[in-house]
């Protein structure tokens, strides 16, 4: 069976970020992590809780280098980049407890990229159940865990699974 990810609430966001925009995910470091929504900084990439996420919980994980292509990443980006997915799966499944996660790349505008200059990896945790009637029928998404909150919660997993060797950039 067939289940599509509708979030029509996302739409200010793509219709709003215009190209010639600073990369949202460039310089990570000139904003603080707690207003940046920064989960978790390794010494290529870090994970960040999407501010407009499908489900609570969404995070991306973003190398710093900005670029579009999966195949110009370096190879220690790329290992970097898987370690940090599993670690990122590691801690939703821990804090937040989700059925399943939905793990992708949209690499380029037509395949639906938001921000398709700075690549990044998605993880949209899933919940039997967690579509229902308020997107289709009254245009709003119901999110029912403040981002402040479960940004708290996911950054102290993160940093209780990182504390005992935290990489410098």
């Known amino acids: 069976m067939f289940e599509q990810l509708y979030a029509p609430w996302r739409e200010s966001f793509v219709l709003g970020h215009k190209k010639d925009d600073e990369c949202i995910f460039c310089a990570p470091e000139t904003r603080r992590d707690v207003r940046g929504l920064i989960l978790h900084r390794g010494r290529r990439a870090y994970v960040v809780l999407n501010r407009y ?5 969404h995070l991306m994980i973003v190398p710093y280098r900005h670029l579009a292509r999966l195949e110009d990443l370096r190879r220690n980006e790329r290992g970097e980049i898987m370690d940090l997915l599993a670690l990122s799966c590691r801690m939703l499944h821990e804090v937040e407890r989700p059925a399943g996660l939905n793990i992708g790349l ?3 505008r037509v395949a639906g990229a938001g921000i398709d200059g700075h690549l990044h990896v998605h993880i949209v945790p899933r919940w039997l159940g967690d579509s229902n009637f308020m997107p289709v029928s009254f245009d709003t998404r119901v999110i029912s865990i403040d981002l402040r909150a479960i940004t708290r919660r996911l950054r102290a997993a993160f ?6 060797k935290r990489p410098r950039r």
């Open 53 to 57: 996420p499908y489900n609570p919980g």
């Open 106 to 108: 949209n690499l380029g």
């Open 159 to 164: 940093r209780r699974a990182t504390s005992a």
